[in-house]
């Protein structure tokens, strides 16, 4: 009996370190530029975040809006080399900088298109 229970703390233990059950997040990195006073990237950010929370739930992908000029989001600009409007996918230790594909939505005719290629790197992060 003594070695049941040890083979399932073991058991238990490899699928805690696996990240069995993480959310991802979406960072949304953000500047006070003249085009986010413009609303423009108050615009994007809405997008982004709509696109997260139509396709995935709360328990699978979280978003996040990242102020650059925080100081408290210093380690996480520097981290990802941020810049404004840098959108970065992360889950566990792994990361993708999906910010092409959002620049490709916000000028793109066909959102649609663009929005199935976000919600597809986001799943390919899960």
């Known amino acids: 009996m003594k070695n049941v229970s040890v083979i399932i703390l073991i058991a238990f233990m490899a699928i805690a370190s696996t ?45 996040h809006e990242v102020k650059l000029a925080n100081k408290n989001n210093k380690s996480l600009v520097k ?5 404004s409007q840098t959108v970065v996918v992360v889950n566990s230790d792994k990361s993708m900088d999906i910010s092409d594909l959002v620049a490709n939505y916000q000028s793109t005719r ?6 199935q290629n976000i919600i597809d790197k986001i799943k390919s992060m899960l």
């Open 79 to 83: 981290k990802y080399d941020a810049k």
């Open 19 to 63: 990240g069995f059950g993480q959310k991802a997040k979406v960072f949304y990195f953000k500047a006070n530029l003249s085009c986010c006073q413009a609303r423009a990237c108050d615009q994007l950010e809405g997008n982004i975040k709509t696109i997260v929370e139509k396709h995935f739930t709360s328990d699978e992908v979280v978003f």
């Open 110 to 115: 066909s959102k649609e298109e663009a929005e």
